[in-house]
Structure formats: structure tokens, C-alpha cells
């Protein structure tokens, strides 16, 4: 079983990062680019996952990590909504699509897999702890099995 002290330790997070760098990419070429309106949301909600992750996180308590979690799957599919009318409007290449999708898949179930971890943990963040102890050495928030 891992040990995650840190957001940017998380696979989920990481694959966020990339994400987001992707989609800056995509957007930044064509006619993508002059789309003010969808490239916005899109680049919005692409951030909105790894920045959900990470605050989640940060948060004292399991339950507002899953939370947060929540609003970062929900951004996953509304960054895959989005991908599709950029294709149907011809800013998305059909393997540009698939590749991006794919990414968005594995993301997804990152995020789901790290949900069941939480839900099935017997730690519940700092916020459950003693007051005496919660400015001690930081509480470890997660262990995930590898």
C-alpha cells in the first residue's frame, strides 16, 4: 500500500496535468482558435480536473476529497462533451478525438478507482482527528493499494 502526502503524487493529478497541457495544445491551432467560446470552456473545464484533484486533497476530511473528486469526474466528461462538437464542427481531427478520448477514459477511472480507495478507507483526514494533534506532523490523508 502507497503512502500519498501529497497532490502531486497522485496518478489522476498527473494525468490531469497532461490533459490540460493537450488540450492548450489542440486549442491553439486553426480555426480552434477563433472559437473564442468553446475553446474557453474547454480550456476551463480541462484545468478544472487537475485543480479539483488538487484541492480535494487539501481539504481535512475524506468526504470533502470525495467531493471534490465528484466535480473533477464531472469536468472529465465535460471536457469529452466538448471534444466531440469541436469534431463536429471539423476543429477536431477523428484520431485527434480518439487519442484525447482515450486519455479521458483512463482519467475517468483514475479518479473512480481513487473514489472506492477513499470510500473503503479507515482514514478520514485531520479534520476527524484530536485538535491537540491536527498542527503536529501532517497527517497522511490516503493510502491506495498498488
Not at 18 to 34: G, N, P, Q, V, W
Not at 59 to 86: H, I, P, W
Not at 123 to 139: D, K, V
Amino acid at each position: 500500500m502507497a503512502t500519498i502526502t501529497n497532490f502531486r503524487e497522485l496518478k489522476c493529478w498527473q494525468a490531469a496535468r497532461m490533459l490540460a497541457k493537450d488540450i492548450y495544445s489542440l486549442t491553439r491551432h486553426s480555426e480552434f482558435a477563433k472559437d473564442y467560446g468553446l475553446k474557453d470552456q474547454i480550456q476551463r473545464a480541462a484545468v478544472s480536473i487537475g485543480s479539483n484533484i488538487a484541492e480535494g486533497f487539501e481539504r481535512d476530511s475524506n468526504a470533502e476529497f470525495m467531493k471534490f473528486l465528484s466535480y473533477a469526474k464531472g469536468s472529465v466528461g465535460e471536457v469529452s462533451s466538448q471534444l466531440y462538437t469541436a469534431s463536429d464542427v471539423g476543429y477536431v481531427t477523428l484520431q485527434e478525438l480518439e487519442t484525447l478520448e482515450k486519455q479521458l477514459m483512463a482519467l475517468g477511472r483514475m479518479i473512480g478507482k481513487l473514489q472506492v480507495s477513499l470510500k473503503n478507507s479507515d482514514l478520514r483526514g485531520r479534520y476527524h482527528t484530536r485538535p491537540e494533534t491536527r498542527n503536529s506532523e501532517p497527517e497522511t490523508l490516503l493510502h491506495v493499494k498498488k
